[in-house]
């Protein structure tokens, strides 16, 4: 987003929650030859329906919701047979806590209803959860300053990806100043940031924490 807008500084002043969980789907296994399309309890269909029913209501909606499903195996695995089992991964994450309990029961109810349109059973695994974050308004709020001191534009952003920062949050003043990313690619080993980007954060960095250490 920095970089698509040209804006050098990101000023962080949330964190999304994050849900995750695993589903497993039981059907049938049987050949893919003999067996009519309406005779099939086919856990692979039902898993493909649970994915494109994510993404359709995440980009169907005016909110700042996201949907992956990053994880999936089938068995038995073979290009002949209807798997019999789908187990795969949902990651949900949204800024507000509300709206992210929301998208975790209507995905539940969504699962109910699909059991029983495919014939199938259904079961989820809570993996891992976190409330969303707010960060501390007087920080990002210098942040900003700093990086007006120096010129620089800057963006109030979102974090969609977790950090150590969402972890201090609980118990001290936080907040994180962003950078650009080439190409948008970010957690990855492709990512990449020019000296001048870098060197750009790291003194609105520098002259945060000397503005607090000031102000305290």
């Known amino acids: 987003m920095l970089e698509r ?11 999304q929650g994050i849900s995750w969980q695993r589903v497993t789907i039981d059907g049938v296994a049987n050949h893919a030859g003999t067996t009519p399309m309406s005779m099939r309890r086919d856990a692979g269909h039902a898993a493909a329906r649970v994915i494109s029913f994510l993404r359709g209501r995440a980009t169907g909606s005016n909110m700042p919701t996201v949907a992956t499903v990053g994880c999936i195996a089938f068995e038995p695995n073979a290009i ?9 991964t949902v990651d949900l994450r949204d800024p507000d806590a509300e709206r992210l309990r929301a ?5 539940a109810g969504y699962l109910q209803d699909l059991a029983v349109a495919e ?13 969303p974050v707010t960060f501390d308004a007087r920080i990002v709020k210098i942040i900003e300053q700093a990086a007006a001191t120096r010129s620089l534009a800057s963006k109030r952003m979102t974090s969609g990806a977790g950090h150590d920062a969402q972890m201090i949050a609980w ?9 650009p990313s080439v190409g948008g690619i970010s957690h990855n080993p492709l990512e990449y940031t020019p000296d001048n980007d870098l060197i ?6 520098l002259d945060v ?6 102000a305290d």
């Open 80 to 88: 002949n047979v209807i798997p019999s089992r789908a187990t795969f």
């Open 209 to 214: 924490v000397q503005l607090l250490a000031a």
């Open 103 to 107: 998208e975790e029961a209507v995905l």
């Open 119 to 131: 014939d199938v059973t259904i079961s989820t695994e809570r993996l891992a959860r976190f409330e």
């Open 171 to 179: 118990i001290a003043p936080a907040a994180m100043i962003f950078v």
């Open 5 to 15: 807008e040209g804006v050098p500084i990101g000023a962080v002043e949330n964190l």
């Open 200 to 205: 750009a954060g790291a003194n609105v960095l």
